[in-house]
């Protein structure tokens, strides 16, 4: 278990670091549209073929949003200018977001990496521009494409990153679940080879725990809670039951399998038979493809 406890201790590190890797490409969005587009709206410019004798009170409301506006603008170009050269900002975001993507969304990479350059082809239309093209400057005036036709495909990547952040936990769950399984197929292994030598107790011990491990994980998935200080495999059994997670032939096989645990975990009027071990190992391994 050594290996899923050490992804644990990271989920949260994961979101926090995923989050400021979206924050930097947040205010990469930013610095691009105000360094190579035009960050003022339209409604603003007719103000400049007016003398300011000529406004009227809406003219003048308007010039004093012009103003706050062009003063915003400018205090977020200071502010972001500290990040550094713009290539060198979105060269930083790209680099890691590749990795994250690449990591946590395959499926999703050669659409994100189609944002930034394209893999073969001219630029012919509004449709091939990319992240790169707008970097360098590059435009058609007659095709009506230049840097700002960029700003989309900065704010797909993001999209794309943020939907990978929102769909951190099905994936860090996936990675769980195989550690977890990988883990319970070496320990099944364990059993069954303790079992070809002789050692059935021992055996029987191995699949209890295995099986107890199991049912744990899947019954604190459905909010198991307890005041127990060391529920054991009837315990979440029960809960499983009560929440039709199980159905009443899967609880009896379960109980079942528990009593042989106990039989090889403790004294008893009798030993543990080679058959009562075996019985345990397959009805584990079978718990463990069909609760979940």
């Not at 062009?70 to 713009?86: C, N, P, Q, W, Y």
């Not at 350059?117 to 012919?124: Q, T, V, W």
């Not at 509004?126 to 036709?149: A, E, F």
């Not at 391994?285 to 979940?292: A, G, I, Q, Y």
Request: contains cysteine.
């Amino acid at each position: 278990m050594e290996e899923e406890e050490k992804l644990s201790k990271t989920d949260s590190r994961l979101v926090t670091e995923l989050t400021a890797l979206i924050d930097l490409g947040e205010k990469f969005f930013q610095y691009y549209s105000i360094e190579m587009t035009d960050p003022i709206p339209e409604k603003y410019k007719y103000l400049g073929d007016l003398s300011p004798d000529e406004w009227d009170e809406r003219d003048k409301k308007l010039n004093e949003e012009y103003c706050q506006l062009i003063e915003e603008v400018l205090d977020s170009r200071a502010e972001l200018r500290k990040l550094g050269k713009l290539t060198t900002v979105y060269q930083k975001f790209y680099t890691k977001a590749h990795r994250v993507v690449a990591a946590l969304a395959p499926e999703r990479l050669d659409d994100f990496v189609s944002q930034y350059r394209r893999a073969r082809g001219d630029l012919n239309s509004l449709v091939d521009y990319t992240i790169y093209d707008g970097l360098m400057g590059i435009g058609n005036k007659h095709r009506n494409y230049g840097p700002k036709s960029a700003v989309q495909k900065i704010r797909n990547q993001l999209d794309i990153l943020i939907s990978v952040r929102d769909s951190l936990g099905s994936v860090l769950f996936e990675i769980h679940q195989t550690l977890r399984m990988d883990l319970f197929d070496s320990e099944i292994s364990a059993a069954k080879h303790l079992l070809d030598r002789g050692h059935v107790r021992a055996a029987g011990a191995v699949a209890g725990v295995v099986l107890e491990e199991h049912l744990k994980s899947v019954a604190q998935r459905h909010g198991f809670r307890t005041r127990k200080k060391a529920p054991g495999i009837s315990d979440y059994n029960e809960f499983l039951k009560s929440q039709s997670v199980v159905d009443i032939v899967t609880w009896r096989r379960i109980q079942g399998l528990a009593d042989i645990r106990n039989l090889c975990d403790h004294a008893k009027d009798r030993a543990p038979t080679e058959e009562d071990a075996d019985d345990l190992i397959l009805g584990t391994e079978r718990m463990l493809k069909s609760v979940l």
